[in-house]
């Protein structure tokens, strides 16, 4: 049995993403002093006890998405177990609320009439209309202050059906985030994934703004049923003055620094961008595991059959194209169709083998063969009448790895010479899109040792017979 889903409801700006914050003790969603933020449902579960929703806010004066938003609130109603209603207490009853009051009276369901913004307790005393409302349960609190959080939690957990046994989760096997710029189709590709209209889907670039946590199961043809967590981001422009927006791009950054795998999203009608090697480069700077998707392949090859070019002869050009701004050189490529569900359990077979790559661990002996023979095959230049040398490596890290090097002068090597190295570690090792961090330490030279050992001799013999003069008897 899983747990129980509770739904924040409301008008907009009343401060429903503030308490899913508080009550979920996370920065998950977006709060900005502007109607019509919050687009996306929000889920995240609260100590254990309940899965909470955070709801778009209804009736938004000036929002292009009111009617989408409107009508996946009543989808939600009708399955949630219980329901907070959030109010603006310095606003008083408007005639926006007493229109959710009567829909909200029509539910079988426990409902409670959270009072949002009394910062207060003198505050209380001009509350007397909430409490006419007739909803049995209201609680006075202030989402932004922490203020009566805790009766509210009891309450909703007083009013939740009751369940005596609760089936364990199957461990979830990847958790990767979906990236890329906007109107790619990660809205699309999210909802394909889940089966369920979860994300809301516009032709219209930045409709997505949260960054959104979705676990969900997935049966493969062969019968196995696997669990992942996927998180749906909002897009990344080069620059945006919008603050909405910029707050939007920070929770990306974020939930891509959480998660193991960057699912970067390409359009396969307009080709990679500028803007993608950006991407992929921060993916490559965090060291996450990468994953290329070429989304609307359904369209491209629409388009390619009208021109009447050859298909194998476009993704040929692509991929060219694409290992141009592509840091990872042998990151797997998956080209699918959000909108037809061609090629989905494709990508979920390479998240799964990826996330395995991820987590294996290099045999030191190998590791070690493996760079000599690079070294012999190809010498890096000398300086001085010196050549970099490597002494020993070892894997120290996972997610990404990390291989540590003992050498002689890491100083002198180019950077040409790293890339050589790590290419020829991806030929040897199965590391297809996994980042690889080198830490590199400088042992002392073994000229260098002599010359200092020397020195210390030399000076401990000047100070020996410096001593052996001075006391020394007189002549009489």
């Not at 899913?20 to 889920?43: E, H, I, M, S, W």
């Not at 207060?120 to 001009?126: G, L, N, Q, T």
């Not at 040409?416 to 830490?439: D, I």
Request: glycine share 6%; with cysteine; aromatic share 8%.
């Amino acid at each position: 049995m899983s747990l129980p889903s509770v739904l924040l409801f409301g008008r907009t700006n009343v401060g429903k993403s503030t308490l899913f914050n508080r009550l979920t003790k996370t920065k998950t969603a977006v709060v900005y002093d502007q109607p019509g933020v919050t687009r996306d449902f929000l889920t995240a579960t609260v100590d254990g006890l309940f899965q909470l929703t955070d709801s778009g806010g209804l009736f938004a004066p000036t929002d292009a998405f009111t009617q989408a938003i409107e009508a996946r609130v009543t989808e939600a109603l009708e399955k949630a177990d219980a329901v907070v209603w959030v109010v603006d207490g310095r606003c008083g009853l408007t005639p926006t609320d007493l229109t959710l009051a009567e829909r909200l009276r029509k539910l079988k369901v426990p409902r409670i009439l959270a009072i949002n913004k009394v910062d207060r307790s003198e505050d209380e005393e001009d509350l007397a209309e909430f409490y006419k409302s007739g909803f049995e349960i209201v609680i006075p609190i202030s989402a932004e202050h922490d203020r009566n959080i805790d009766v509210l939690k009891e309450a909703i957990v007083r009013t939740l059906p009751k369940s005596e046994a609760r089936a364990v989760d199957a461990p979830i096997v990847a958790k990767f985030a979906l990236i890329g710029r906007p109107n790619v189709g990660k809205s699309s590709l999210t909802n394909a994934l889940l089966m369920e209209e979860r994300a809301l889907v516009s032709s219209t670039a930045g409709t997505t703004r949260d960054a959104v946590e979705c676990p969900f199961a997935w049966t493969f043809k062969t019968g196995q049923t696997e669990r992942f967590k996927l998180i749906d981001t909002a897009g990344v422009r080069k620059k945006t003055s919008d603050s909405v927006e910029f707050y939007a791009s920070v929770r990306m950054r974020t939930a891509m620094a959480e998660a193991d795998i960057a699912v970067v999203l390409l359009d396969a009608l307009t080709g990679p961008t500028a803007l993608d090697k950006l991407l992929l480069n921060e993916v490559s700077t965090l060291g996450k595991g990468c994953l290329l998707v070429v989304n609307k392949w359904d369209l491209a090859r629409e388009q390619l059959e009208k021109d009447g070019e050859d298909v194998g002869k476009f993704q040929k050009k692509f991929l060219e194209a694409l290992r141009r701004v592509c840091p990872f050189t042998d990151a797997p490529i998956v080209f699918l169709s959000a909108k037809t569900g061609d090629g989905l359990e494709v990508l979920l077979k390479e998240i799964k083998a990826l996330q395995q790559r991820l987590s294996a661990k290099l045999t030191t002996g190998v590791l070690n063969r493996c760079l000599q023979t690079l070294q012999l095959r190809q010498p890096p230049s000398t300086v001085g009448g010196k050549r970099f040398r490597i002494y020993y490596a070892a894997q120290t890290g996972q997610m990404p790895t990390v291989v540590k090097v003992f050498c002689n002068r890491y100083s002198w090597m180019p950077v040409t010479y790293v890339r050589f190295l790590e290419n020829g570690l991806r030929k040897t090792f199965p590391l297809a899109g996994c980042s690889v961090k080198w830490e590199w330490v400088e042992k002392p030279q073994k000229d260098v040792l002599e010359a200092k050992k020397a020195s210390t001799v030399k000076a401990k013999r000047a100070v020996f017979h410096g001593k052996r003069v001075q006391n020394a008897p007189k002549d009489c």
